[in-house]
């Protein structure tokens, strides 16, 4: 039991984190085998008893039967009761939330104003924030972090491997959704804007317009933009950062990420995607379960808030059974840490999943929340979220039950390297 | 439905008085209940594999292995089969009830009683009960290094609206001690919380001493009274003051602090305090309470811990430790968990225990630290906290091991009346959650307005 002790004691845990923060990143990659008694797969290999995963060079390269599978000479061999693949957090603020919450290390939000789709999920981005290094413990290898709640248009997100002492060594996607923030926590006091619904809907309406008129004028052409003709300089306008994310958002590159809870607000999202043919993803959603039939109309994925957030302001009717009812629903459901703003600065998607599974979802749906469907609706489900050959080598391995209170995470490995093995 | 006084004698005599008998125990109990065949957890032995429970006119009535107990004829038979029965939890530090305490005037407060804002309709009691939360010590927030007298109350007559009998009322709630006094505490902080733009302190020694200021102050209150009483002199005797009548309390023992505190200096600042006053103390939160554990030991001073997700959301709880209940434990440490309702969530206070149990700490330490523990930091270890025979008939009945996520509190006792029933949809959608069960309002809680702004909208 030590381990633990050392695992979670703090004074090492900020210097530990630190450190490994750096140590992992300079891991060669390893040749690795981790063998499990229970390993789910979440592909259509299913759950594997006695089972193994190769992964050769940052990729899997078998996954079998022990029995079955030869394991190289010369591997690092892994062992654990349950494995499953490297978690995903379907959208959290880890890396630009940081610990300790101190003005220098908050960037999940700028408040200068209500609509700036250009700022960057990766310029915010610190991999070295020990809360980084404290979801990563525990088995979580992909976050979607960036932008949080709290303006119509926070800025941009972006999905990292919480791994890499560089946000370019961590991306896997530099711009995953545009964040957008409909109902009260987008609110501004008097007389700035927007102060009401209505008024967030007419302003996120005249951008997108705006962003319509931009692509239609052909002034959104590939970086680098056309030299201005000559003798024509004043009548050209310039690049706009602004307008061109939400261009993208337009063209239906990217996504826009709507946080509405109220059922007026995710039925301002649907209405808002419909009338301008984009893509959205719904976020933290805490009346979904009002709207299920028209959410699976509309054919819109919902990254649900914390199955543990609190029932306070906005969210006072959120259910811990919603993730339960979207998913025996159809509808695409990930699980999310959310943004925290004080005491924990961050909440750990295992524990939200697994609440989830106490509360009407199987296990596998539950560990789906955090593998395979959020993998799905962010777009990177070729390369995380399944034990399968040809994937990164992402995986967590635990000592029992992954959702136990009581079962402990032992290792976890992301693109083949061991990034953390202690006991937690 | 019987009202019944705790104590006859004092009720009979208070009831003269003031006619209206406050603190009434209310019971529909009347015949006994037995829970058969169940997983018991006394918690003040070993765990009973098939064991029986009896509760009769809302004390605990029998308890042990199903041959050892004999059933009364006239009983209810609950078939526990397959459940865990358990003591009541006992949560030694929660905001739920909408509580305010003291305002922003001035950091020393000890006049303001909590529950004079109380609210009892407030939904995070019945969020509580659906946690398996039966006593609670109700403190206002930590943005004062003496924010106000605590309350503690157990969770009764939280139906009595739907059975339309009026209230609750927080006199169904208050816990009277053998004087027939609302029993409670004060509530102290130091560290970052309580500091702030004058009057307020804005260093860590200019806490300490304005706290000593004040009780210096009442120990010379306390020396003038005591001097005037002895020579029976009415002139001498000092004008009534509530704030120093509740310094007074401390400094005699009658009230025990409870005192928020983070970092390692700062619990050892607390000890300074206790040792030159001499007043009871308990410390909360405690997330560095690991770096100072033989310290706190040597004291003799209990701990009641929070367990979060994760370390960080301010300075002082960056260094916060899963392991913290399990050093305090081998160090020799009284430990109680709390859940700081709404920093964590009434429902989920098992984590705690389950947490704790994860980093390190025994099972039956985590148990005890969720119950027995949590009466004794109470003064309430002689009624409640444990399953034996005589003690309130607080009792939770649970689907699966408590430390398991997947067990949910299906029933909650109060004094032999069933306050929480999952099978029951108007119950079960406060443990669920759903349409209607929260709470509109913002919380009052501390401190940093911001940061409770910041929970409930986002904004920093």
Sequence with gaps: MHPVFHASHSSAFIRGAMFLALFAASFAQAQVAIKGKTVYTMSDAKTITDGVVVITDGKIAAVGKAADVKIPDGYKVIEGAVVTPGLIDGRGTVGVSGIFNQKQDQDQLERSSPVQPELRGIDAYNPNDPLVAWVRSLGITTVHTGHAPGELVSGQTCIVKTTGKTVDQAKVVETATVAATLGPWAEKPAPASPGTRAKMIAMLREELIKAQEYLKRGEMTAPPLLPPKDGDKKEEPGRSLHTEALVRVIKREIPLMVTANRSQDISGALRIAKEFNIRIILDSASEAYMLIDELKAANVPVIIHPTMFRMLGEMENMSMETCAKLIHAGIPVAMQSGFESYVPKTRVVLFEAAIAAANGCTFEEALSTITTQPAKILGIAERVGQLKVGMDGDVAIFDGDPFEYTSHCIGVVIDGAVVSDAVK | ?460
């Excluded at chain 2, 209206?20 to 058969?36: D, E, S």
């Excluded at chain 2, 109380?118 to 010590?137: E, H, I, K, S």
């Excluded at chain 2, 400094?251 to 050892?268: E, F, N, W």
């Excluded at chain 2, 370390?311 to 968990?337: D, I, Q, R, Y």
Aim: proline share 4%; glycine share 10%.
């Design chain 2, 1 to 460: 439905m019987t009202c019944k006084p705790i104590h006859a004698v004092m009720a009979i005599f208070v009831a003269t008085l003031f006619v209206v008998v406050p603190g009434a125990i209310c019971t529909a109990q009347t015949k006994p209940i037995a829970f058969t065949n169940a997983h018991v957890i006394t918690i003040a032995g070993e765990e009973i594999d098939k064991g029986t429970v009896v509760i009769k006119d809302g004390k605990i009535a029998a308890v042990g292995k199903a041959d050892a107990v004999k059933i009364p004829a006239d009983a209810q038979t609950i078939d526990a089969a397959g459940k865990f029965i358990m003591p009541g939890l006992v949560d030694t530090h929660s905001h739920v009830g909408g509580v305010a305490g003291a305002d922003g005037s001035s950091p020393i407060q000890p006049s303001i009683r909590v529950y004079d804002s109380l609210n009892p309709f407030d939904q995070g009691f019945r969020r509580a009960v659906a946690g398996g939360l039966t006593t609670l010590n109700i403190m206002p927030g930590s943005g004062h290094l003496m924010s106000g007298q605590t309350v503690y109350v157990k969770m009764r007559g939280l139906k009595k609206a739907q059975d339309g009998k009026g209230g609750p009322t927080i006199d169904d709630l208050f816990i009277l001690d053998d004087n027939g006094k609302q029993m409670g505490g004060m509530k102290m902080a130091n560290g970052t919380n309580s500091m702030g733009n004058a009057p307020f302190p804005g260093t860590r020694a200019k806490s300490a001493a304005l706290v000593r200021e004040q009780f210096v102050k009442a120990q010379e209150y306390r020396a003038k009274h005591d001097a005037a009483a002895l020579k029976g002199d009415p002139d001498k005797m000092p004008p009534r003051d509530l704030a120093m009548e509740a310094l007074v309390e401390i400094l005699d023992g009658k009230r025990v602090v409870h005192h928020h505190t983070h970092r390692a200096d700062d619990i050892m600042t607390v000890l300074r305090l206790q040792k030159e006053f001499g007043f009871r103390v308990v410390l909360h939160h405690v997330s560095e309470a690991w770096k100072v554990a033989p310290q706190i030991a040597q004291a003799g001073v209990p701990c009641s811990v929070i367990v979060v997700d994760s370390p960080g959301g301010k300075l002082e709880a960056a260094e916060m430790s899963w392991a913290t209940g399990a050093v305090l434990e081998k160090a020799g440490v009284h430990v109680a968990f709390h859940t700081d309702d709404w920093i964590t969530d009434s429902r989920l206070f098992l984590r705690s225990a389950a947490l704790a149990v994860r980093a390190g700490m025994t099972r039956a330490g985590a148990l005890r630290a969720m119950t027995i523990e949590g009466a004794k930091i109470l003064d309430l270890d002689k009624r409640i906290g444990s399953l034996e025979v005589g003690k309130d008939a607080d009792v939770i009945m649970l689907s699966a091991d408590p430390l398991s996520v997947y067990a949910h509190v299906e029933q909650t006792w109060v004094d032999g009346n069933k306050v929480f029933d999952r099978s029951k949809a108007e119950d079960r959608l406060y443990a669920t959650g759903g349409y209607g069960a929260g709470s509109a309002v913002k919380p009052y809680m501390c401190c940093a307005e911001h940061a409770v702004q910041a929970a409930s909208t986002f904004g920093q």
